[in-house]
T-cell receptor
Framework: GQQLNQSPQSMFIQEGEDVSMNCTSS?????WLWYKQDPGEGPVLLIALYKAGELTSNGRLTAQFGITRKDSFLNISASIPSDVGIYFC??????????FGAGTRLTVKP | NAGVTQTPKFRVLKTGQSMTLLCAQD?????MYWYRQDPGMGLRLIHYSVGEGTTAKGEVPDGYNVSRLKKQNFLLGLESAAPSQTSVYFC?????????????FGEGSRLTVL
């Protein structure tokens, strides 16, 4: 089945720093999604990408759909303490199933 | 708005016991899903439903059963719990016509099987 590999597994950064994380796949995806999970909560959709090469922003977050359609990147600018959480990439496996990466755990030190 | 609500939030079971997790959504969504989340493995789909009265298997269905008797509810059952089913379970829903990935998740149910 399709595998999604996220890196890094965890990040410890200082408030105000920029963050970059990525996700790679063993096969092509037609859609890439990025979710954030706050501690003790369910994941929440941040950004959805539908076209190879697409660059989409949501506030301080920017995500890109890789040209090869096998990768995606998420950047967070000027991090703040509430950015803490686990960030998951995901892609549709079929019409009703998603494959999720293992997540990047972000810690922001004030 | 309640969105997706899961009950119970926490449960401890002994091996061999049975239990049911309830998911309720008030958004009139057609599609509902049960995922499990384990450390270092992301979320994996257990079962899903594309409408009232329908269910289908996901990636890791063994040891679980589901029912969707009402559109707003999706139940996940464990007939004979095993320690390998210790996990955090998430229910999600999606409206018809939305992208596959536009899921709304509940807050999760943490299950420990001793």
């Amino acid at each position: 089945g399709q595998q999604l590999n996220q890196s890094p597994q965890s990040m410890f950064i200082q408030e105000g720093e920029d963050v970059s994380m990525n996700c790679t796949s063993s096969s092509i995806f037609n859609t890439w999604l990025w979710y954030k999970q706050d501690p003790g909560e369910g994941p929440v959709l941040l950004i959805a990408l539908y076209k190879a090469g697409e660059l989409t922003s949501n506030g301080r977050l920017t995500a890109q759909f890789g040209i090869t359609r096998k990768d995606s990147f998420l950047n967070i600018s000027a991090s703040i303490p509430s950015d803490v959480g686990i960030y998951f990439c995901a892609g549709p496996y079929n019409n009703n199933d998603m494959r999720f990466g293992a997540g990047t755990r972000l810690t922001v030190k004030p | 708005n309640a969105g997706v609500t899961q009950t119970p939030k926490f449960r401890v079971l002994k091996t061999g016991q049975s239990m049911t997790l309830l998911c309720a959504q008030d958004m009139n969504h057609e599609y509902m899903y049960w995922y499990r989340q384990d450390p270092g493995m992301g979320l994996r789909l257990i079962h899903y439903s594309v409408g009232e009265g329908t269910t289908a298997k996901g990636e890791v269905p063994d040891g679980y059963n589901v029912s969707r008797l009402k559109k707003q509810n999706f139940l996940l059952g464990l007939e004979s719990a095993a320690p390998s089913q210790t996990s955090v379970y998430f229910c999600a829903s999606r409206r018809q016509g939305a992208s596959t990935g536009e899921l709304f998740f509940g807050e999760g149910s943490r299950l420990t099987v001793l």
